[in-house]
């Protein structure tokens, strides 16, 4: 073990908990485990890891970072319910929402820890392999990222999105909920010609694999209307004429006997757009009808 490497500790061993631990390992640096079911750490332990009885225990013998990768938020406060979290580095690795983050970022500095709260964007199998294009988001306290920015890339890419602890749950989320939107639009193509005489289905699944790649570029040019506030910036298909080819992908489902639910909220959404007056635009339009300013405050 190379102990010039910065020490972990980590705190939650279950599938991405292991994943992260194994990373380290791997990477040389020092590792001490916790994990309320205290078996989970003993392959850990045979390749070279320290397991402690207790999370308290773990953090009162931190010498670099403590890293928390539990089930929730509330297991993140029950498990440092009486640590001593004077002068300790927190990387909480724990799903959340960003008004979590922010709130566990400001109770953290009251018992005087620094704090930084990560979003990882990996399936375990990907920690580790460094070719996944796996990454881990991070937010909050700048300072301490770029003290432990080499042990935090050592399982993943780390990317620190900004001083707001609550910026790297948030920005999870919204890759997240795109991915969903993704996987429903996947669903429904595979319903379209599932049983269908002659589709080969892996011909299929590599043309739409390339057909979403090829449509994901227009990410940036939503970005560029939204900042510039002109909604018509660089369109070339608009929202009327994407509104009008609704009604044939609609009717084709129908043709093949496929439910249209997972499509119809967008495309409701467009059309509402479009009688506002807007058929020219793009699609960024549609996303101020998906906020509410008065609860967003």
């Known amino acids: 073990m190379n102990t010039s490497k910065t020490p972990i500790t980590l705190l939650g061993l279950g599938d991405m908990g292991a994943a992260l631990a194994h990373a380290w390992l791997a990477a040389g640096h020092p590792l001490t485990v916790w994990n309320r079911t205290p078996h989970k750490a003993e392959a850990l332990v045979a390749k070279g890891a320290g397991a402690v009885g207790s999370a308290a225990e773990a953090v009162a013998s931190a010498a670099g970072p403590v890293v928390l990768c539990l089930l929730d938020d509330d297991s993140v406060g ?10 300790k580095d927190l990387v909480n690795l724990t799903t959340g929402t960003p008004a979590q983050a922010r709130k566990r970022a400001l109770w953290a500095e009251e018992r005087g820890a620094r704090f930084l709260d990560g979003g990882i964007m990996a399936v375990p199998p990907m920690i580790g392999n460094r070719e996944s294009g796996g990454y881990i988001l991070y937010s909050g306290d700048g300072a301490l990222f770029e003290r432990h920015r080499e042990a935090l890339e ?19 989320i919204a890759l997240l909920s795109a991915m969903t939107g993704m996987f429903a639009g996947i669903t429904h193509a595979f319903a379209l010609v599932h049983g269908e005489k002659d589709v080969d289905g892996s011909r299929f699944a590599a043309l739409l694999a390339g057909w979403l790649g090829a449509m994901a570029g227009s990410a940036h040019g939503l970005a560029a209307q ?5 909604y018509t910036l660089g369109v070339h298909s608009n929202l009327a004429m994407m509104t009008a080819g609704n009604d044939t992908l609609l009717t084709t489902a129908r043709e093949q006997a496929v439910d249209t639910r997972l499509l119809t909220p967008f495309m409701e959404l467009m059309s509402r757009r479009v009688a506002q007056g807007h058929g020219d635009e793009g699609l960024a339009g549609t996303v101020g009808l998906l906020v509410d300013p008065a609860a967003r405050g």
Do not use: K, M, N, W
């Open 78 to 87: 029950s498990a440092l319910d009486g640590a001593d979290l004077a002068g």
């Open 226 to 230: 939204l900042e510039s506030g002109d």
């Open 154 to 172: 050592a399982p993943a890419g780390a990317d620190y999105v900004g001083a707001d602890p609550g910026h790297a749950a948030l920005y999870d």
